[in-house]
């Protein structure tokens, strides 16, 4: 099977074929991931509530995410890659560029960085560098200290309003990928058919282009707490690859995400 690209996730969008993506931070897993034909795997910063244990992603550097990075790239022939750029690691646009041009070198097809509008120099920036770049909206997890928590965004109109222009700006500045993290459902779907890109949900109902689940919790062993929006598939498929096979048709299909694992 061809790799998956940046031109084949958008080819996917037009085509209104849902898009799976999952997190991995080794080769076993992602060789797993790959061969049972989820589109994207990320390396995410998730890794440091789900490997190491913490509250929140905030202590994971460069160095881990470029680590698992490489990881999973030995693990992986069809799959998209994206990694995670850290918490603080893209402070500046020098730290950016150094760090993003990290990552790649450890195999990513793509990096991902939470934020809206100050992001958008960077990005620029990057793309024009030649590194694809994803976007990250809604509840976006290196701020959780100034979210007071983990909590759903956008409920009010002042602050979807702001994710949707954030969502704009982010593509015209030349992001080729959107994750939108525990949204209401109308408003990622809203924003899902105002940007030519895809967008990815979690926890924003499935109205969005795909979705993006932690291993951890789609296979029911996070080591803290299961998130509302995820579901444990290995305890309805019955093995690793079962879980996989079904999580990806339920996406495929529109099942998953349910109204039992969105936000209203």
């Known amino acids: 099977m061809k790799k998956v690209t940046t031109a084949s996730l958008l080819k996917m969008k037009q085509n209104g074929e849902k898009i799976t993506m999952l997190t991995a931070y080794d080769a076993s897993f992602a060789k797993l991931f790959d061969e049972q034909g989820v589109d994207v795997i990320l390396v995410g910063d998730s890794l440091g509530m789900v490997l190491k244990g913490d509250d929140d992603t905030l202590s994971v550097t460069v160095s881990d995410i470029a680590y698992h990075t490489t990881a999973v790239n030995k693990g992986t022939n069809r799959t998209m890659l994206i990694a ?6 893209y402070a500046t646009k020098e730290q950016t560029f150094a760090n993003a041009a990290k990552l790649m070198a450890a195999g990513a097809n793509m990096v991902k960085l939470e934020g809206g509008d100050w992001l958008l120099e960077s990005i620029s920036a990057l793309v024009e560098r030649g590194i694809p770049v994803c976007g990250h909206l809604g509840l976006t997890p290196q701020s959780v200290n100034i979210f007071g928590g983990f909590k759903v965004q956008g409920r009010e109109q002042e602050q979807a309003d702001k994710i949707i222009a954030d969502a704009l700006h ?23 058919d105002k940007l030519t890109i895809p967008v990815i949900g979690i926890g924003a109902g499935n109205k969005t282009d795909g979705q993006v689940l932690v291993m951890h919790d789609m296979f029911g062993i996070s080591a803290n707490y299961m998130p509302k929006f995820s579901k444990n598939y290995l305890i309805e498929g019955g093995d690793m690859r079962k879980a996989v096979e079904l999580y990806i048709n339920e996406v495929k299909s529109g099942v998953f995400p349910s109204e039992k694992h969105s936000f209203n």
């Open 84 to 89: 995670d750029m850290p918490f603080m690691s």
């Open 170 to 192: 982010l593509q015209q500045a030349g992001v080729q990928l959107l994750v939108l993290e525990c949204v209401p459902t109308d408003l990622a779907g809203m924003i899902a």
